[in-house]
């Protein structure tokens, strides 16, 4: 429930469609495991949890949606093996070499082979929209999986225009500041990871882990031309995260304090995530109006 990462998509205007209707479309497109020959299949599932039956689960203002992933998992180094062996039991058989075309040939036949017998692996992906304010935040750092989620969530609204956000000012700029003169926004604090960037082509890369930011080496590193493209922040001491030059809202903790609060549902599971998936939303929003107006806010 409580998202690890928060990658964040803006709606240029409302969906023009409730929660309902969004929850019916998207049963129409049910996950369905693997065919025997099929690598990928993705397809959306009851969102609050596997009991419930509702593909969009609406809390206030936010729905939650999820969507599972199942991949068939055959190692490179597997299909390798069995190419080779093909390979060499032709060229002893017949005496002749294969030639490239015939062996990228042989590399789909032993894909096809051996596909059926490959093991599964499941995943779950979940996304929280706030319609009224016009934000999508999908729970992964990685924007081909995010993509995935959006292409299918298009699919059955029958358009998604969401955009990546842009801000007045450039949070590379504005962090890489921080780090040189201080001046963090009421209520951020720093944390102890950077990663700084040289913006010549091939230019370095420095990973600080750990580390107390405001040191004259970190410093160095700026003042010498590099510039911040990850931060690690706090704020109002109830998220820890790591904030990415896209905005992307990565290695999220939420305080024990704040996942607490609706500690005495914890006897109804289904009310207790209900109510955490509220705070939740209620907690990005705020984090993302106030990470939007520390870069000058978002660009029309």
Known sequence: MWFRNARPYKLPGRLGIDASELSQRLSRRPFQPCRPSQPVSSGWVPALSDDASDYVHKSGDYWLIRLQREERLLPASVIRSEVNTRIQEIQ????????????LDIVDEVTQDLMPRAFTKSQYLEALINDREGWVWVNTASAARAEELLSLLREGLGNLPVVIPDTQKSPVIVMSQWLLNGGLPDGMSLGG??????????????????????????????????????????WQDQIDFVVDKDLSIRRIRFSDELKGINEELHEDVLARRDADCLLMGETLSTLQRAIAKTFGGISE
Do not use: N
Not at 92 to 103: D, T
């Open 193 to 234: 990871d950077v990663d700084l960037e040289d913006p010549q082509e091939e230019g370095g890369v420095v990973r600080a882990r750990g580390m107390y930011l405001e040191s004259d080496d970190i410093r160095r590193h700026i003042e010498s031309g590099k510039q911040v493209v990850r931060l690690a922040l706090s």
């Open 92 to 103: 002893a058989g017949q005496g002749r070499r294969v030639q490239r075309k015939e062996r």
